[in-house]
């Protein structure tokens, strides 16, 4: 059974910093693409950054230069580090994979909030 656990959410003032961490169990980790969402109340989930098996990378437009993602294989552990952060990032952040692209695995979700 797949499950994917975030952590590492909070509140913090507009230009600091968190790193958030996606702990993956029941799946074979270093062969997924593995994405970090992001949702705000009445808006749709938005894609904020993807990395795949081969450590490529993209991003959203609106969170290039400032949002990093990464993973450890070894600890089975995606991470993504929010840099220079503002209040439009205030969303709840969502770890997101899928199985050939047919079923879809999410993690609770974890709420980060940047005040101004």
């Known amino acids: 059974q797949v499950q994917l656990v975030e952590s590492g959410g909070g509140l913090v003032q507009a230009g600091g910093s968190l790193t958030l961490s996606c702990a993956a169990s029941?799946?074979?980790?270093?062969?997924?693409?593995m994405d970090w969402y992001r949702q705000t109340p009445g808006k749709q989930r938005e894609l904020v950054a993807t990395?795949?098996?081969?450590?490529?990378?993209n991003y959203a437009d609106s969170v290039k230069g400032r949002f990093t993602i990464s993973r450890d294989n070894a600890k089975n552990t995606m991470y993504l580090q929010m840099n220079s952060l503002k209040p439009e990032d205030t969303a709840v952040y969502y770890c997101?994979?899928?199985?050939?692209?047919?079923?879809?695995?999410w993690g609770q979700g974890t709420q980060v909030t940047v005040s101004s």
């Open positions: 029941g799946m074979i980790f270093s062969s997924k693409t």
């Open positions: 990395i795949n098996s081969a450590a490529d990378t």
């Open positions: 997101h994979s899928t199985h050939r692209g047919i079923n879809h695995f």
